[in-house]
Nanobody, 123 residues
Framework: QVQLVESGGGLVQAGGSLRLSCAAS????????MGWFRQAPGKEREFVAAMEWSGTRAAYRNSVKDRFTTSRDSAKNTVYLQMNSLKPEDTAVYYCAAATTGVSASMKMYRYWGLGTQVTVSS
């Protein structure tokens, strides 16, 4: 089992920044990749970003490229999502997830999920 706890969400004005954290515990050695997803009200959950646990590869959805960056602190078993130039359409609950396989944009590949953290971007 892998436990994931997100933090760092909040209310920010458009153009601002937030950094989300995802602390992992448990059998983290089985983790192949960490992903970030988001779900806005009335919409399906969607892929945002992912990176291999080794840190060698990352992927982003097109709408967040050049604005969001994922990183990790292996000593703390924590991954981060730095979000810059936030837009109102980035408003959603953000979830981190752990996969035993590599980077993927498919929710089906992620076995473990956090409870999410709310990000609200005001215009």
């Amino acid at each position: 089992q892998v436990q994931l706890v997100e933090s760092g969400g909040g209310l920010v004005q458009a153009g601002g920044s937030l950094r989300l954290s995802c602390a992992a515990s448990g059998r983290t050695f089985s983790t192949g990749a960490m992903g970030w997803f988001r779900q806005a009200p009335g919409k399906e959950r969607e892929f945002v970003a992912a990176m291999e646990w080794s840190g060698t590869r990352a992927a982003y959805r097109n709408s967040v490229k050049d604005r969001f960056t994922t990183s990790r602190d292996s000593a703390k078993n924590t991954v981060y999502l730095q979000m810059n130039s936030l837009k109102p359409e980035d408003t959603a609950v953000y979830y981190c997830a752990a996969a035993t396989t590599g980077v993927s944009a498919s929710m089906k590949m992620y076995r473990y999920w956090g409870l999410g953290t709310q990000v609200t971007v005001s215009s």
